[in-house]
């Protein structure tokens, strides 16, 4: 509970006060309506007036219904104002970290973090702010209850004691099932989604396909099974309080007038109220491992951003003036200096490792870098761009060294498409889009017919591969950035676009100062190319062509 409150107190600039005052208000009207109905119906019995419990009773209800309404309405806003904030800081930093984290991380867990973590987060508020009602309700009516019967008083709070404590004694065990039920989530959306980007691949399998749903499956009935095993726990717990609540009203019924025959005066009063507030226990009751599990979900969600503070330069970003943009844009030549950089398993043994390189791009140079599949092509050009950071060695633009200080602008001078590539719907981050000229590159890239910029997004996606790749230099071309990065942007293309692209676009990319890297196998065009570089098992070599 206390990591809870503690995120909406941080997260939320609402004002919190009115919250806890209708809060109070209302837990104190409840109690009043309570009063107010127990006198009624004594003086009832004694054939006295009842107009004055009848006012207070009116009057108690309002203030209830106006109290209660208010401070739900006020914490269902602060509680969806610290979720909004929450998972835009959160995505916001996840854009400024490495991408190492987010390749590492996966999808799956960022997704359930941000998306079912949260959702468990916004339910609890108003669970919360009730069970708080309710124990105010609680409070008071045991205040009233001694007023009426001190010994009553003494037997029930110290059943409530008895009873809290075998109460969160056994939920403590139930902690660990919540967390292990929350990691299965996400390990059946991690599965869940092998089903959706393999479709095509499961589709034509019948084995492969069987073999993913098993698994599925299987994560999908240890789930169940967790769930079920907790949810029976709960259960017994909300049960418990029931039970013990009714074992009470036995003892105030049965017992007490056996050793206070003075008891019988109120024994109808003191029964009525303890009616309920049996209410109120159950409410506190259910309410506790919904907040449990809310709690697991904040204690996720900080572990994530606490991960992300880590790989991110997110402040770094903030710093990010025109004038090194400027300087950095004018750059003469961009060296690779003794640059390394390891994959390793999740035991710390290497699989790979690029480097050592040594390597200098001069302004407006075409250089194309061949070799096999697996050889370290893709790495080197995520290192050139600054997305995967050199473990030993540095980049240097001109006379500056290449860090996190200043890795934000060197970021801006390039335009990319790697081979799993991204299309986006709308061209982001384009001030003012030359529309003419877009319609000119889709008419030259063949796609006029295939999807067109309009109402500020691209009117259809679901393109061959390489449409989708043109597309994708399309974008490239809008960007307008420096240097150019293409990772195998030829491949899946016919034999006219290749063509194309290496006797028309390159040199028309050239002719605008550009700076353009590739990697390719198309070996009938690499004498377009000012150097070839090959690589080979993480060494780079200069080669003739």
Known sequence: MLLLLDLFKKESDLP???????????????SAILAAINQAAQGIADYEDIARPFFIFLISLTLFIYARKHSLAQATLVVEESIRKVRLRVADKIRHSELHFIEGMGKGEIYSHLTQDANLVSQSGLTLISSLQAFIVLFFCLLYIATLSPLGFIIILTGLVIGGVLYFQHFHNVSAEILTSIEKETAFFEQL?????????TRLNQMKSDAVFKQLEKISHETEQIKVNTGIKFVTNIMFSRVFGYIMLGAIVFIIPMFNPEHHTVVITVTATMLFIMAPIETIASAIPVVARANVAVTNIIILEKMLDNVSDYKDYLTVSKQKLQQFNEFKALKLQNIQYQYNDIYGQKLFQLGSLDLTIKRNEIIYIVGGNGSGKSTLLKVLAGLYHPQVGHIQLDNELINRTNYAAFHELFSVVFADFHLFDRLYGVADID???????????????????????????????????????????????????????????????????YKALIPNLRAEGKTVILTTHDEKYLDTADRVLKMEDGQLKEVEV
């Not at 989604?193 to 691949?201: S, V």
């Open 435 to 501: 529309e003419a000229f877009l319609n000119e590159l889709l008419k030259l890239m063949g796609l006029e017919h295939k999807t067109q910029y309009m109402d500020g997004q691209f009117t259809h996606l679901e393109l061959s591969a390489g449409q989708r790749r043109r597309l994708a230099f399309i974008v490239s071309m809008i960007d307008d950035k420096p240097i150019y990065l293409f990772d195998e942007l030829t491949a899946d293309q016919d034999p006219t676009f290749k063509h194309y692209f």
């Open 16 to 30: 919190k006060m009115p919250i806890i005052t209708t809060g109070v208000a209302s837990g104190i009207a409840s």
């Open 193 to 201: 989604n092998h089903i959706l980007d393999g479709f095509k691949e």
